[in-house]
């Protein structure tokens, strides 16, 4: 059996047209008349009259290497995170303080 040649005849097959460049005035006005919003801000945003602060770096060579991951509420997090911030410690340290504190008050009771 005799298997016959796909691409002997390739006639029926044509290359594509080039498509013609549109202007991006007209693509404006498309868009415009189709009802699709700019992209574009309308008023620039003024350079350098936005205030803002430095995050505050909350890196320290401590020495620890261990991890240790808690599921809290939102609000515990904050009042951990903002404890930290008031002593300008790390977190790490406030942890240790509020385990020797547990341990301290805990000792009281027994």
Avoid: C, W
């Avoid at 047209?17 to 549109?22: G, L, R, S």
């Avoid at 809290?72 to 340290?93: I, K, S």
């Amino acid at each position: 059996m005799i298997r016959a040649n796909p691409f002997t005849d390739l006639g029926d097959f044509a290359p594509k047209a080039q498509a013609k460049p549109v202007e991006p005035q007209q693509i404006d006005q498309i868009a415009s008349d189709l009802g699709f919003p700019s992209r574009r801000p309308n008023v620039p945003a003024p350079a350098g009259l936005v205030e803002t602060t430095p995050p505050r770096r909350r890196r320290y060579t401590t020495g620890r290497n261990q991890q240790l991951n808690v599921k809290a509420t939102a609000a515990t997090v904050e009042r951990f995170y903002r404890l930290a911030d008031q002593q300008g410690v790390p977190l790490g340290e406030l942890l240790e303080q509020a385990l020797e504190a547990l341990e301290k008050a805990l000792s009281k009771t027994l």
